[in-house]
């Protein structure tokens, strides 16, 4: 008998009621994927790249320029 593996999918509490991605952190990846589409594509990140994403996108190396 086999075992079932549940992922469980987080999505940012900041992103109200519109589209956003969501991610799981189940090993030995990260996963990220559309949150309007359960079944959408998800995109596989090795834990350091996410952790380095992150950092960047806290640190406002993504921001828009004001204007």
């Known amino acids: 008998m086999k075992g ?6 987080k999505k940012s509490t900041r992103s109200g009621g519109n589209g956003c991605v969501e991610v799981n952190r189940a090993l030995p990846a990260v996963g990220v994927r559309d949150s309007k589409d359960p079944n959408s594509p998800v995109i596989s990140f090795a834990p350091e790249s996410w952790r380095t994403f992150v950092e ?10 004001a204007g």
Request: proline share 6%; net charge positive.
């Open 4 to 9: 079932t593996f549940t992922v469980s999918w």
């Open 56 to 65: 960047q996108v806290r640190a406002g190396r993504y921001d828009r320029p």
